[in-house]
Nanobody, 124 residues
Framework: QVQLVESGGGLVQTGGSLRLSCVASGRTFGLFGMGWIRQAAGKERELVASITWSGGSTYYADSVKARFIISRDNAQNTMYLQMRSVKPEDTAIYYC?????????????????WGQGTQVTVSS
């Protein structure tokens, strides 16, 4: 069974930066795509970014494109989300999740395993 643990959330001012990390258990981390999914209060869950098994290809939601960078280090079983130029609308719980296959996954309902989430709050 896969365990995913996020960290790095917190309070940040508009325009600032934050780096989220996700550490995965097991020995098959490098076989699967991964994603960051967020859910803001009163809103549906939203895919923020996804990355292929090797990190060779990525996908970003239009709302975060050019501001956030998803990356992974398979040797460390770790995925990252570098958040820059954050906005109040980025405030949400951010979840690390594993895709069902090696490619990027745009459908949030398709992700197999989820972390516990980490809160990101952007002040005005």
């Amino acid at each position: 069974q896969v365990q995913l643990v996020e960290s790095g959330g917190g309070l940040v001012q508009t325009g600032g930066s934050l780096r989220l990390s996700c550490v995965a258990s097991g020995r098959t981390f490098g076989l699967f795509g991964m994603g960051w999914i967020r859910q803001a209060a009163g809103k549906e869950r939203e895919l923020v970014a996804s990355i292929t098994w090797s990190g060779g290809s990525t996908y970003y939601a239009d709302s975060v494109k050019a501001r956030f960078i998803i990356s992974r280090d398979n040797a460390q079983n770790t995925m990252y989300l570098q958040m820059r130029s954050v906005k109040p609308e980025d405030t949400a719980i951010y979840y690390c999740a594993r895709a069902p296959g090696p490619g990027v996954e745009r459908d949030t309902a398709s992700y197999d395993y989820w972390g516990q989430g980490t809160q990101v709050t952007v002040s005005s």
